[in-house]
Structure formats: structure tokens, C-alpha cells
């Protein structure tokens, strides 16, 4: 069955300091890939996106991540956080044989400290 | 940019009450989804729509819940007698191609 994993629920860091957020995905092919954030009692924003080609993909607010197929990963960075960059990140991945519904990670809540 | 619509924001109701939840897809858009997410939960997939028809349901979709696309502007979830453990935030999304997802800001079901 098709899963994506976000192996840390939460994550502190201190204003400034670089940020990795992980996602592993189990799925028969290569899916699309996506990040986004939902800050507390709002919608989903778009991050970025992977469908093919270049494996860094760079995305909104400084935001990127790196497509490893080896790995079956596709990890959130990026090198300096800000305050307003405290939210629930959520991995997801779609398929275009399942109708393109996406499958998402469990979030990774990221707590900024001044 | 262009925005998926959804109303209302918040919504309370009697367990055992119908709600519908509205939504205003892109206008190029040919695809349409409703998920949802309970609190402090993973986001889940509900439904997928197109073509004026259901291509993909989850087990949660089960028969208290229906969709449709009424005027070819709106996309509707229909709950006909809800349940307390439906209280959660109902996105909408839409898109056109294989990526292109839109998710509207939400939802938030309260069923008392």
C-alpha cells in the first residue's frame, strides 16, 4: 500500500538556524511530490513541488528540497528560519494511475525559538 | 492567482442534522477533491470527482456522504445525518493537470 512517512512529529529550532524537515514515501513508481504548510486554523499553502526532471527543487518563503529516488525521500530544507516560519509542514505524494489523489505524511509541527 | 472558494469557514451543527459544504473550484480546473483533516490528524482523502462523476472514493466516503457539481461552478459536500466523529476542517481542492493542486483555506465542521 501506498505510505508517507514524516518520522519526526516535532521539531525546535532557533531563528536563524537551518531547518530539515524528512519524508520517505513507499510507492510502486516515482510519484509527485509536494510540500506544504498550514499555519494554525488555515488552509493548506503550496511550498513546492516535484514532478521530474532536476532532483532540488526550489519552492516559495526560501524553501527547497531534494528528490532521492535511492532513498525514496524528498526532504524540506531550508538555511535560516524565521519566526513566521513556525506551522505544520505535510509531505504529500500523488500518482497519476490513482486519479492523482495525494497521500499525505503524518506532519512534522516546527517550533521557531527566538 | 487564482483561488478555490470555501464556505463557510465554520460551521456547527446538531449531530444528526444534513450540512453542506461549498466549494468554487478554479474555472479551468477539471478535477475536484474533498479531504479532510481532524484535529491534530493527518490531512485524508474523502473523494475525487470528474467528469460530472465520482472517480475515486476512500473507505471514510461511505453513503452518509455525497458530492456534486450543480451549476458547473459549484462543488458540494453533502453529510445527510452527521455524526460527532465527523467534526473536523473539509478541504476542497481542484486541479488541471497532473500537479496544479489547489486546496481552499477549509472548513471546520463542529457537529454538538
Known amino acids: 500500500a501506498q505510505s508517507v512517512t514524516q518520522p519526526d512529529i516535532h521539531i525546535t529550532v532557533s531563528e536563524g538556524a537551518s531547518l530539515e524537515l524528512r519524508c520517505n514515501y513507499s510507492?510502486?513508481?516515482?510519484?509527485?511530490l509536494f510540500w506544504y504548510v498550514q499555519s494554525p486554523g488555515q488552509g493548506l499553502q503550496l511550498l513546492l513541488k516535484?514532478?521530474?526532471?532536476?532532483?532540488l527543487v526550489q519552492g516559495i518563503k526560501g524553501f527547497e528540497a531534494e528528490f532521492k529516488r535511492s532513498q525514496s525521500s524528498f526532504n524540506l530544507r531550508k538555511p535560516s528560519v524565521h519566526w513566521s516560519d513556525a506551522a505544520e509542514y505535510f509531505c504529500?505524494?500523488?500518482?497519476?494511475?490513482?486519479?492523482?489523489?495525494?497521500?499525505f505524511g503524518g506532519g512534522t509541527r516546527v517550533l521557531v525559538k527566538p | 492567482e487564482p483561488e478555490v472558494t470555501q464556505t463557510p469557514s465554520h460551521q456547527v451543527t446538531q449531530m444528526g442534522q444534513e450540512v453542506i459544504l461549498r466549494c468554487v473550484p478554479i474555472?479551468?480546473?477539471?478535477?475536484f477533491y474533498w479531504y479532510r483533516q481532524i484535529l491534530g490528524q493527518k490531512v485524508e482523502f474523502l473523494v475525487s470527482?470528474?467528469?460530472?462523476?465520482?472517480?475515486?472514493k476512500s473507505e471514510i466516503f461511505d453513503d452518509q456522504f455525497s458530492v456534486e457539481r450543480p451549476d458547473g461552478s459549484n462543488f458540494t459536500l453533502k453529510i445527510r445525518s452527521t455524526k460527532l466523529e465527523d467534526s473536523a476542517m473539509y478541504f476542497c481542492?481542484?486541479?488541471?493537470?497532473?500537479?496544479?493542486?489547489?486546496f481552499g483555506s477549509g472548513t471546520r465542521l463542529t457537529v454538538v
Open positions: 470527482f470528474y467528469n460530472n462523476e465520482i472517480s475515486e
Open positions: 474555472s479551468n480546473h477539471l478535477y
Open positions: 481542492a481542484s486541479r488541471n493537470g497532473p500537479g496544479g493542486y489547489t
Open positions: 504529500a505524494v500523488g500518482l497519476q494511475a490513482a486519479g492523482n489523489k495525494l497521500t
Open positions: 516535484y514532478f521530474s526532471g532536476d532532483t
Open positions: 510507492y510502486g513508481a516515482t510519484p509527485y
